[in-house]
């Protein structure tokens, strides 16, 4: 059953939304930043949200309570999700408990959260030829046309990318909302990915432009290939009306099926 078999109805609760946000990324310098930037994204969007903060990579079994919030979104990280290292195994696990346990929670992934989620219900990954960073369109599938229905007039999403990894293959119980295994929505309505970032900004994707050295063989001198990146990074996005659909879609009631594992 796709997402669109049933039709879903919005929660009347208009309290504030209460979201856990996983920080993944292993030892990063620019940890704070990242958290600044789903600050500013996420509050450009609905202010009033309460956002929590929680760093599984760094400290050992620092996870939420999926009870305590109406989202639970596990963001991006430096690290290739299918590497056994313990921390990645304890996020995975944490996942599967809350899909087993807390069947109606709303899960989000972003990148590497994409990438994980999307392993754990049977997709491959793959290492990209060609990486991605800067701003890329992506088109959307009949599915993503009914799922962003204000996005639907050109077709095609703009986000954030910052990437070497790709789902190369779809994970079950899932619909594919943007071409290339790009975004995925669970037939129950309770798990969103995204391979982009709506939390990035220009601000935020900067700090990184020097992967463009180990990744595209970039001269860390080549200061014309590491503007055109930049470029790229500046360009306008969709990362605010993305966040708008999603925190919609946390109000919205699951389906009655189970997706499973």
Known sequence: MSPTDTTTTANNNTSPLRIAILLNSFRSPFIAEIRDSYVRSIGAVAPDAALAFF???DKADDFPDPGAFDLIVVGGSNADPRKKHQWILRV???ILDVVAR???KKLCGICWGHQTISML???ELVDMETPELGVTEAKLTPAGRGFFPRQGG???VLLQQHHRRAVGTPPRGFSELLVGNQSFLSH?????????????DARCARLRIRDATRWFGVEGDDNAALAYIEQ???RPHDGAEVWGRV???????PLSHEVRL
């Open 102 to 104: 807390h069947p109606r």
């Open 121 to 123: 219900f049977g997709a």
């Open 55 to 57: 760093h599984p990579a």
């Open 247 to 253: 925190l919609e879609w946390a109000r919205e009631r």
């Open 188 to 200: 129950n309505n309770t798990i969103l990915t995204f391979q982009g970032h709506p939390e990035k």
């Open 154 to 156: 050109d077709g095609v």
């Open 232 to 234: 790229a990074m500046e």
């Open 92 to 94: 995975h696990q944490f």
